[in-house]
């Protein structure tokens, strides 16, 4: 991957990608391409509706998702290229394309993946402001402003760091045209307190309930202590759980989120890895089916179904 290449513009025109080449792609609103739009319509209509430049995209941005980061071995730490876990782990937040290998045994996006790319990493960051964008706080060291919950670990210690940098000039210069940009509908608190908490507390055939390992607290710690004395989580507590399970979810999409997939068997589509108990054999168990809808927006209030 290389930060200079000669492709098809999705404007239709030979286009030359170096440096920081910015060109304006209005043809649509990023509806369209999460209606299931073709690749080049779904990405111009992302690019008009976000004011995202789709040709520093490729230069810029692509390749960091390729960029080596050391091993796991003792004599060279690090932590994954992006890749390694965000094309095949299929219910991660990111989801990129699988990579082409050519003849000469090295890897590369064709066009046609990049443009799904760009619809894909464009829902994570905030056009304009790169401070609110996901995609870089969630990398970042917590000390510098980070979310510092990537399950990737840290890949930039500052703000200072060349890729961030990059990302960031991407975000920043963006100008939002004013199409509108689909987005999730939220979630209700008072659902979740009554009823989608209640699901922490209960195991299934012998597992552990959720509340045994994610009671502690933490960036994972969707189901914290009960004040003593009671058994259940007050107001105050309840808010935080909240706040937490925020983090694990993608409103309006079940399968996006981590808080269903996770404990969801592999078989039945869930996540490839968790560390507890497989809860739900697929997404026909009531249970499931239930915390979708709520995720999906359907559910409010405090009257549970069954």
């Known amino acids: 991957m290389t930060a200079a290449r000669t492709r098809r513009g999705l404007l239709g025109r030979q286009t030359t990608i170096a440096g920081r080449t910015r060109r304006g792609l209005l043809a649509g609103l990023v509806g369209a391409a999460a209606c299931g739009g073709q690749d080049e319509s779904g990405a111009e209509a992302v690019a008009s509706a976000t004011g995202l430049d789709f040709e520093y995209y490729v230069a810029n941005v692509e390749p960091i998702f390729t960029k080596e980061r050391g091993g796991f071995a003792v004599e060279s730490p690090g932590g994954p290229s992006c890749v390694m876990c965000h094309t095949w782990q299929a219910n991660a937040p990111l989801k990129l394309e699988r990579l082409e290998e050519g003849s000469d045994g090295g890897t590369f996006w ?83 307190r009554h009823c989608v908490q209640r699901v922490f507390l209960t195991g299934e055939d012998g597992a552990l309930p959720c509340a045994e390992c994610h009671g502690s ?90």
């Not at 402001?129 to 969630?138: E, G, I, M, T, W």
């Not at 510098?144 to 670990?153: E, P, S, W």
């Open 110 to 192: 064709t066009e046609e993946q990049s443009r799904r790319n760009f619809v894909e990493v464009a829902r994570l960051v905030a056009p304009g402001n790169p401070d609110d964008s996901r995609l870089l706080k969630a990398p970042l060291a917590r000390s510098a402003g980070g979310r510092g919950q990537h399950t990737g670990g840290t890949f930039w210690e500052s703000r200072d760091d060349p890729d961030w940098q990059a990302l960031a000039e991407w975000v920043a210069m963006a100008e939002p045209t004013g199409g509108s940009v689909a987005e999730g509908a939220p979630v209700d608190f008072e659902f979740f």
């Open 217 to 306: 607290g933490g960036a994972m710690g969707f189901a914290g202590p009960i004040g003593e004395g009671r058994d259940f989580w007050n107001e105050e507590e309840s808010r935080r759980n909240f706040e937490v399970a925020l983090r694990l979810i993608e409103p309006g999409e079940p399968t996006r989120s981590r808080l269903l997939m996770h404990p969801l068997a592999y078989e039945g589509g869930g996540d490839y890895t968790h560390n507890g108990a497989r809860r739900w054999e697929s997404m026909d168990d009531p249970e499931w089916r239930m915390l979708a809808a709520w995720v999906r927006g359907e559910r409010t209030g405090s009257e549970c179904p069954g």
